[in-house]
């Protein structure tokens, strides 16, 4: 384990890592739902919604992360704005089986904040008080009793009022001291059961079920003691503490009881060490599964006014969604260089890893087709290999399902769009980004192209080669200097072997060996004469590619643009 030294480094470091904003309010519009719609699509969301309770409380079960529920549950509220939906009313949410003993002091749960701005918020209303902050252990919530230093009783969370007897199960669990030297005549205490999970890393094993496997543990009527060994405790509150007694003596205190939990408790007066403390239990190892912070105050109401719902004096972040649930704005369609067309599905803005999310690329129209995507539904979104946005599946799907108008598969194929027509600027722009990347044009990329395009100076793929310096000063932005770079770029081109240029235009691949012979370019006639028959006859060269090799050297288009360049006869 790091001590405090090594890890305070470590924070100092990483505080150098800015985080992305949040999603502003403006991003998330009201649905254009009718009222049928909208009760369509709240009926729906609570019915998924209620299926996720239920397996989690009553279970432990996680049927999705929690990135995906608590996006769920901002949707459902900001639907409610939408369509001035009464809110509905406060009922305690199931929980590990609600029991007849009642908590001597009641447990408040948390409030989580759904951003870095929000937390930001509740620390500057807190600026003077003194703020501490924990890792929030992954596990099931239980209340210890200690009368005259001996444990009397063990309190299931519940519904928080209430819960289940589990004094017998926590008498056989080592974690939890059966005695406490010098204690006061009464000790309340609440805290968490997890499973033991040494160098366990959070960015990279997730919760796995920690839980439920807990939850398991204790609903057993003979715990045994090779799994007893497994159960640890994380205390995060003694409400009864004795009201004058500073934060880091109850600490201590707690530490000689045997609840030392001071590796894992740190003073933090901003967001920048709440950022960074997260961050860093996030992705280095702890003994116990987690799914955020929690941060709170030192100081905090008598105990005799806690009630069983989240307090103001207590907050939590959880750590970076790696999966949410995102709603569909539209479907747009990027057709590539080749022609091939990539369905482009938007989103109403979400947060995953703490980045904002607004675009997702299915790959295929074969996938698009197979998920059936379209405006309204739900979709679950993830993070393929930590970076790449990857929509998994349609998670509720809209009704009725909408109309998406989709290109033509047979407008758009490796020879299309070499002029610049109405329905050919995504194809078009595609093929002049890879003409300059392959031909190493020094300055010149997408903003180039787009500029060229827009100024109506560009209707195909080499009109650019008769631009002097005159007509590029000449176009909106372009000063002097510009012009100059450009033009340079544009002459520099020309220097470019054919091989390469027969590449920028979009010949198929093929091995260097079958364009010479005798260390020499064979020449653009002796490529066009070829047989499909004498291509094959190159390894590496088979009946597909060399029937879009016969294909590129016969279209009209292309001997066109090589006889521009003085490549063909």
């Known amino acids: 384990m790091l001590s405090r030294p090594q890890l ?67 949707r459902q509220a900001h639907w409610r704005q939408c369509f001035d939906e009464p809110t509905a009313p406060a009922s305690p949410s199931p929980h590990e089986a609600d029991g007849p003993l009642a908590h001597p002091i009641p447990q408040t749960g948390l409030e989580k904040a759904d951003s870095r701005q929000a937390l930001a918020a509740w620390l ?58 010098k204690a006061p005549p009464r000790v309340i205490l609440q805290g968490e059961l997890y499973l033991h999970r040494p160098d366990h890393v959070q960015a990279r094993d997730g919760t796995a079920g920690a839980r439920a496997d807990v939850i398991g543990l204790m609903a057993r009527k003979q715990l045994k003691k090779e799994d007893s060994e497994r159960i640890g405790l994380f205390v995060w509150d003694w409400p009864d503490a004795p009201a004058e007694e500073a934060f880091s003596k109850r600490l201590g205190r707690l530490a000689g009881w045997g609840f030392d939990t001071r590796d894992y408790t740190f003073p933090i007066k901003d967001i920048a060490a709440v950022a960074n403390w997260r961050q860093h239990w996030y992705r280095h190892a702890l003994p116990f ?139 078009f722009l595609a093929r002049l980004i890879w003409l300059s990347d392959t031909l190493d044009m020094k300055g010149i990329g997408e903003g180039t192209w787009r500029r060229l395009i827009e100024s109506s100076q560009l209707n195909t793929l080499l009109d650019w080669l008769t631009f002097d310096q005159d007509t590029l000063r000449a176009l909106p932005g372009v000063g002097t200097r510009r012009a100059q770079l450009w033009h340079a770029a544009f002459q520099a081109s020309r220097r470019q072997p054919p091989t390469l240029w027969l590449k920028a235009l ?19 006639a002796e490529l066009q004469q070829r047989s499909e028959a004498q291509w094959q006859t190159w390894s590496g060269i088979g009946p597909s590619t060399a029937s879009q090799l016969m294909a590129f050297f016969h279209h009209a288009e292309i001997n066109s643009l090589l006889e521009r360049l003085a490549l063909a006869p």
């Open 8 to 74: 305070i480094a470590i924070l100092a470091l990483s505080s150098l890592l800015a985080l992305p904003a949040a999603v502003t309010a403006k991003e998330l519009d009201c649905p254009a739902w009718t009222a049928e719609q909208a009760r369509q699509a709240f009926e729906q969301l609570q019915a998924r919604i209620d299926t996720w309770d239920e397996a989690y409380y009553s279970r432990g079960e996680r049927l999705v992360e929690d990135g995906v529920y608590d996006a769920a549950k901002r």
């Open 124 to 181: 500057t209303a807190r600026q003077h008080q003194a703020l501490w902050i924990q890792p929030k252990v992954d596990g099931v919530a239980v209340t210890l009793v200690y009368e005259s230093g001996v444990l009397s009783r063990a309190i299931s969370r519940g519904d928080g009022d209430h819960g289940q007897d589990w004094t017998a199960q926590a008498g056989k669990i080592s974690a939890i001291p059966r005695r406490l030297s």
């Open 289 to 427: 599964a987690t799914d955020g912070i929690v941060v709170r105050q030192a100081e905090r109401p008598p105990s005799t006014a806690w009630q069983a719902k989240p307090p103001d004096w207590a907050i939590a972040w959880k750590h970076p969604a790696s999966q949410s649930l995102a709603l569909v704005t539209g479907i747009d369609f990027s057709i590539g260089r080749t022609g091939r067309i990539t369905p482009v599905v938007r989103l109403s803005p979400v947060e995953l890893d703490d980045r904002i999310v607004r675009r997702v690329s299915l790959g295929s129209l074969d996938r698009w087709q197979e998920l059936d995507v379209r405006p309204g539904d739900q979709v679950m979104i993830e993070l393929a290999g930590l970076t790449i946005p990857y929509l998994t599946e349609v998670v509720l799907a809209a009704e009725p399902r909408g109309s998406v108008e989709m290109p033509r598969q047979d407008d758009y194929h490796a020879l299309s769009c070499l002029e610049l027509i109405e329905s050919c600027h995504q194809q």
């Open 506 to 524: 979009g010949m198929p691949s093929v091995p260097q060996r079958a364009l010479f012979e005798n260390d020499r370019f064979v020449g653009i």
